[in-house]
């Protein structure tokens, strides 16, 4: 408000290398506090100035002047794109090959917060030659040079399998491969963060890092004491398990869903979610696959995740897995049913609390359907048939009336927990799919029974 700015900008231009450097700190400081005040800066014309001597300039006004160029970019695609107008990629990319470690490390971290608004701002970074630059950094010494190179690596590949490609194509994914098992945290996290969004594009992308060899060793992530890296390992394996049958299947083969079970078990709120969403993902892809989410114990801790976790895309996410699990035969409705999900699932359902996104994916839609179509397992089924909806009745009956006219034990049980009396009761309407299964009921009894 004092008109700083516009005093600031001649003494860019000052003799003496010291004042160059602070007028640059402190425009970089205003710049980082908010997007008006970044938005100033560039208005005032400081870029060009900012940039005219940077080649020639000492490590100290290097580090200020590109991170003036971070705090600027960081707050909107539209100053980022003011970043690349004034030519500042050439000038990042120079500073990438300077011998300071720290001038590397606010090159990278400025290539990243320009590259992570879209795929046109991460193209520019990719056509200015960053990337193979990038790839030298996170093979550097300095742990913090290593972390922010592949941060800056993770949000360029982010974007498009097309962008993840240049990132493979510089070499990226050995060297990423061979740091998850690197005792620091904040590194793994980004590691595994580059690695998940490159596989994430596409089959032969996932191929690409799992040929690096990733397994096991990135199911140790799973038990690791940062909570980040936990996430972020879950999340790569999602993201390889998500594409193919075949990769689920060497997922199970290297013990990742037993790892992922016992991560999901261990842990709360949203770090749970990209390990439900792998069982889910294994268990979709077939019959096999989904019995092996079973015998590895997957069903317990997604009806944990039903009945403890608040958020509701967490419940969702669990109720989605459930259903994938459930859907494939009888067997495996069975093995969900025994479980006590359906009954979680249906107040779900019903409360009114719950949000509509959940609701859809626990209700006759997703997870609720799914498994009940399957499920003959009637112990499970009969105590829906007293709280259940009419959308969800429909399911139960269908169920019953398939069951109950080649199995006597179960016809009698019918009778005396009041099964029978309760589908009596029920109101369908004439003609309806609903009437025809109540009729094929009532035909496994004698009719004084039915009255």
Not at 23 to 47: C, F, M, P, Q, S
Not at 282 to 299: F, P
Request: charge should be neutral.
């Amino acid at each position: 408000n004092s008109g700083v700015v516009c005093l600031l900008r001649p003494l860019l231009l000052d003799t003496v290398p010291s004042i160059r450097q602070t007028t640059a700190l402190a425009l970089g400081r205003l710049a980082d506090y908010d997007v008006e005040l970044a938005e100033a800066v560039v208005k005032a014309g400081i870029l060009p100035q900012l940039m005219c001597s940077l080649p020639e300039e000492n490590r100290y006004y290097k580090k200020a002047a590109v991170f003036v160029l971070r705090a600027i970019a960081k707050h909107s695609p539209q100053l980022a794109q003011a970043i690349v107008q004034c030519g500042a990629l050439e000038m990042l990319v120079i500073c990438l090959e300077d011998f300071d470690p720290g001038v590397k490390e606010g090159a990278s971290w400025a290539f990243a917060c320009i590259a992570r608004h879209n795929p046109e701002l991460s193209q520019a970074v990719v056509d200015a030659g960053a990337v193979p630059l990038l790839v030298l950094c996170i093979q550097e010494p300095e742990i913090a040079l290593k972390r922010i190179a592949a941060s800056t690596l993770s949000d360029i590949s982010k974007h498009s399998p097309e962008l993840a490609q240049t990132v493979v194509d510089a070499g990226a994914i050995a060297y990423l491969a061979q740091m998850i098992p690197n005792p620091d945290a904040k590194l793994k996290r980004q590691v595994l963060s580059a690695l998940s969004q490159i596989a994430k594009h596409s089959v032969d992308l996932a191929e690409l890092v799992v040929e690096a060899e990733i397994f096991p060793v990135v199911l140790t992530c799973l038990k690791d004491s940062d909570e980040y890296v936990k996430k972020n390992g879950a999340t790569l394996i999602r993201e390889i398990a998500k594409h193919t049958p075949e990769l689920s299947q060497l997922v199970v083969n290297s013990g990742g869903v037993a790892a992922v079970v016992d991560c999901i078990g261990s842990c709360r709120g949203t770090v749970r979610l990209p390990g439900i969403m792998t069982l889910g993902y294994v268990a979709a892809h077939s019959e096999d696959l989904s019995m092996a989410v079973i015998v590895s114990k997957g069903i317990p801790p997604l009806c944990v995740c039903l009945i403890e976790e608040h958020e509701d895309h967490i419940k969702a996410a669990a109720a989605w897995a459930l259903g994938q699990i459930g859907r494939h035969t009888a067997e495996h409705a069975r093995h969900v049913a025994v479980a006590n999900v359906l009954p979680t699932l249906l107040d779900i359902f019903v409360d009114t609390r719950s949000s509509e996104d959940l609701k859809t994916k626990a209700s006759r839609f997703k997870a609720l359907k799914d498994i009940l179509q399957k499920c003959t397992y009637l112990p499970a089924l009969e105590p829906l048939l007293h709280e259940a909806p009419p959308s969800i009745i429909k399911h139960i009956i269908g169920q019953f009336s398939k069951v109950l006219p080649y199995d006597s034990k179960a016809r009698r049980l019918f009778v005396t927990t009041g099964g029978l009396k309760k589908v009596q009761e029920i109101k369908a309407e004439p003609g309806s799919l609903l009437q025809e299964y109540i009729h094929a009921i009532n035909k496994c009894y004698p009719e004084e029974i039915v009255r």
